[in-house]
């Protein structure tokens, strides 16, 4: 039991050496090599800590390897800027000008819920509210908001429809039926089909985007009993 407790108190400081020397960056915002190299290390730690017939020496050599590898792809990262953007990648616009990127949502395997959620972790609610928003290459949300922000919403805007389907249960909290936005597409000239996001807030401001054309925003008379 004391061999056992001391090989995992020399593995620890090992570790501990190992990652201080790594730098702020592997701690902190990790790129994906580097994410990769941490899984390893952690692996590569437990084998010599449960297994007494591993000598110690084995584990320290591997950390020793996969810290030299790391020093190694850093140098490359910071140095070579083509290899850097295949080894890291490189963010993804997913909200320009012309409203929601599709191809690149679909791209970084995204939906509507996880720009949502993204869009609501960075202080926004409403996909009007941005004038750009990236993913980084280490998975972090950055958004860009208007200069010229409108008026504050009434209430969160609700998804209608997403990638050509109602949403049934925020209908209801909008005591509203499909008829009514099938009238309102009518007008905006689209086809519920086509639709890639509809979304309306309490005060009746709509933003549609269809898979073909650029986001619009507009207004929609609610009828009375139509709030949340």
Known sequence: MGLIVLR???????????????????????????????????????????????????????????????????????????????????PSVVINRNGIDITQLKKNDLDLSDLVESLRGAGYFSFDDVEYALYEANGNFSALPKTEKAQRTPSVPLIVIEEGKYDKTNLEKMHLDEA?????????????????????????????????????????????????
Not at 198 to 213: I, M, P, R, S
């Open 8 to 90: 995992t108190a020399i593995i620890f400081l090992a570790l501990l050496v190992v990652m201080r020397l790594m730098g702020k960056r592997q701690i902190g915002e990790m790129q994906p090599f580097e994410l990769v190299i941490t899984l390893l290390i952690a692996e590569l730690a437990c084998i010599p800590m449960a297994d007494t017939s591993i000598p110690l020496l084995y584990g320290a050599v591997s950390i020793l390897t996969i810290f030299l590898l790391h020093q190694v792809m850093l140098v490359i990262d910071l140095k070579c800027k083509p290899f850097k953007t295949v080894l890291g990648g490189k």
């Open 180 to 228: 009514f936005f099938d009238g309102v597409l009518r007008k905006q000239n689209a086809g519920r089909k086509g639709v890639f996001v509809l979304t309306v807030d309490g005060g009746g401001k709509a933003y549609l985007q269809t898979y073909k054309e650029r986001c619009r925003t507009f207004h929609i008379p609610l009828p009375e009993g139509a709030a949340w």
